[in-house]
């Protein structure tokens, strides 16, 4: 039955508490509450497993391990990113002192456009800070061809991207192996949540050892202080709720793409409504669904987000405003909006639908129909009244 109650973007999962219980007794017995006890490794370990990656340092969140990760690859001058995603993308580079430098996004997947990239090259340029954003893949051989060119580190944002695996050589592997290091976010309105929580990917011991030191003030003995870290250790709280998250978490995708394949089926042909093109040989996560709403929708997109508002469904414009509209970017160069017209229309355009793996087959239905009835609200008036 479809539910009388606002429907969000997102529901936060969690499992059974009677799941969680044993865990949370067994920190009250031991009294291990953080810096790196048995749950910390553990999911460590099982989340390697899982991904299908070498090393991860887990953290208390992902703003702080992108952080770290530019600190740890000592990533300095000028970086190359997107002004379409979330803002701490961004904000991770002014915290290290760094000057994002915004290039324009690929029309077809809104990630980082490849061919944007040379020209914003310069002599103070050390990295890329692309993000595969609503856990879309990026060109990642494109990106990675430019950056051994120049001689340039890459840092995925893999916010979005738990999970997502891709064709190559003949088999699936993830996403997240590409570039020197990858960050993903455990937020509770990410597909797999700590409450709060994140983590590196690392491409071997030594990396993920500089960087379990910058997370832990910089300690790598009692007396021994080597860096200026910061404290971005995961609790063992966060850690044992990740464990008994993960053993639900391929349920929770595989609901997520039944959801996102009944949206498709729902709005393939309503007018001035387009959904992204799934990406080929990929095994999404479905971590958003957007639509982009052109001048062929009746109310447009900021007339849908109230309309839908009003019917009780809270959709979020991820990502409106872009990143480079924000009072402390604006005044970039790279930040002029004439630069950036294919994120400036998806800004302009870009609704995210409600997608959770508790939402009701008849909400999804709804939802679509709402959008749908009001395409055509102009031609029948009555249907927005109703
Ligand atoms: C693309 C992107 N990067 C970074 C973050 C920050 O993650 P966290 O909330 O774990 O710090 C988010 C979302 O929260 C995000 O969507």
Redesign the pocket.
Known sequence: MASSKTIYVTQPELPPLEEFLPYLRQIWDTRLLSSGGPFHQMLEAALCDYLGVRHISLFT??????VTALQSLRIAGEVITTPY??V??AHSLMWNGIKPVFVDVDPVTLNMDPARIEAAITPQTTAILP?H?YGTPCDVEAIQRIADDYNLKVIY?A??AFGVRREEAGELRSILNHGDLS?L???A??VFNTF???AIICPDAKTKQRIDHLKNFGFVNETTVVATGINGKMSEFNAALGLVQLKHVDGHIARRGAIAARYRELLADVPGVRTLAQPSGATPNNSYFPILVGAGHALGRDGLYKHLREQGVAGRRYFHPLISDFPMYRNLPSADPARLPVARAAADQVLCLPIYPALQDADVERIAGLVRESALAVESPMLLAA
């Open positions: 969140n992902a703003t702080i391990a992108l995603s979330f701490a993308t993000i954003c944002d916010a979005h960050v976010s455990f937020h309105t990410k709060e929580g994140g």
